[in-house]
């Protein structure tokens, strides 16, 4: 299984960006994926999921509104498309994989989006927001 994520770059504050993830390896269409970030010095968060079947979405509440997620079936293919862009922003982003499709906990406070449920990752892309 391979992710492999692109579309990052360097954009003013009010921007947008697209980021692309294509999967080799397995069919999207059956698992949960989604986009995580990380900036320098924080821990890895979870940005958007997107649910298999049913396509339902979660996002974090700072990009509620702004980014959404999307996936393109015949390309093998899951989308962030991230507009008005705020300085926050920038971080690295990564495309992941949960290939068990871990349901949501609420005993153990987690969403089905929550990093460590995933198994499979790809290298990141930096998204750079200036001020």
């Known amino acids: 299984v391979q992710l492999q994520a692109s579309g990052g770059g360097l954009v003013q504050a009010g921007g947008s960006l697209r980021l692309s993830c294509a999967a080799s390896g397995l069919t999207l269409d059956y698992y949960t994926i989604g986009w995580f970030r990380q900036a320098p010095g924080k821990f890895r968060e979870a940005v958007a999921c997107?649910?298999?079947?049913?396509?339902?979405?979660y996002y974090v509440d700072s990009v509620k509104g702004r980014f959404t997620i999307s996936r393109d079936s015949a390309r093998n293919t899951v989308f962030l498309q991230m507009n008005n862009l705020k300085p926050e922003d920038t971080a690295v982003y990564y495309c992941a994989l949960d290939s068990r499709n871990t349901p949501s906990s609420s005993f153990y406070g987690r969403t089905y989006c929550d990093p460590d449920g995933m198994d499979y990752w790809g290298k990141g892309t930096q998204v750079t927001v200036s001020s």
């Open positions: 997107i649910r298999p079947t049913s396509g339902n979405s």
